[in-house]
């Protein structure tokens, strides 16, 4: 056959399968961003803004025109959950996918504003899609 190998192998495996969640992990590629009655939510990494630049979990909650973003994903809608920040979609100048690069994270995009530059990435492709073009719905 062409392109041989069978593509089983776990040399195969994609980079970063660890640091899933069980839970997305059985969802495979299905989306677990979720964008209904105006309000777009699910879990996204955020590069630190710190030396470190470590990458981190977070859940991101898309309302109107502000992006807020939680430790763990609000429970109801009366959570009192405490944000860790917000990103204001009025200043943001540019949403752009970045390319995959060999041993950096798959489905990575980044909103530009005066700023600064958030780095995030999504958990799957139908993630990526999705929020990427809600994003540019709203600062078109």
Same mark, same amino acid.
């Given at each position: 056959?062409? +392109?041989?190998?069978? +593509?089983?192998?776990?040399?195969?495996?994609?980079? &970063?399968?660890?640091?899933?969640?069980?839970? =997305? %992990?059985?969802?495979?590629?299905? =989306?677990?961003?979720?964008?209904?009655?105006?309000?777009?939510?699910?879990?996204?990494?955020?590069?630190?803004?710190?030396?470190?630049?470590?990458?981190?979990?977070?859940?991101? %909650? *898309?309302?109107?025109?502000?992006? @807020?973003? !939680?430790?763990?994903?609000?429970?109801?809608? +009366?959570?009192?959950?405490?944000?860790?920040?917000?990103?204001? *979609?009025?200043?943001? @100048?540019? %949403?752009? %996918?970045?390319?995959?690069? $060999?041993?950096?994270?798959?489905?990575? !995009?980044?909103? =530009?504003?005066? @700023?600064?530059?958030?780095?995030?990435?999504?958990?799957?492709?139908?993630? &990526?899609?999705?929020?990427? +073009? @809600?994003? $540019?719905? *709203?600062?078109?």
């Amino acid at each position: 056959g062409v +392109g041989g190998g069978g +593509g089983s192998s776990p040399a195969s495996a994609p980079l &970063l399968d660890r640091s899933k969640s069980a839970a =997305s %992990v059985a969802h495979g590629a299905l =989306s677990s961003a979720v964008s209904s009655g105006g309000t777009t939510r699910g879990w996204l990494w955020k590069e630190g803004n710190d030396i470190m630049r470590k990458w981190r979990r977070r859940y991101f %909650v *898309l309302r109107s025109h502000m992006l @807020t973003y !939680f430790k763990t994903a609000p429970v109801g809608e +009366g959570s009192t959950s405490r944000s860790q920040g917000e990103i204001d *979609l009025r200043s943001v @100048t540019g %949403v752009r %996918v970045e390319p995959y690069e $060999k041993g950096k994270r798959m489905w990575r !995009f980044t909103l =530009s504003t005066s @700023t600064r530059q958030w780095k995030l990435c999504a958990e799957s492709e139908p993630d &990526l899609v999705l929020w990427t +073009g @809600t994003i $540019k719905k *709203l600062i078109a």
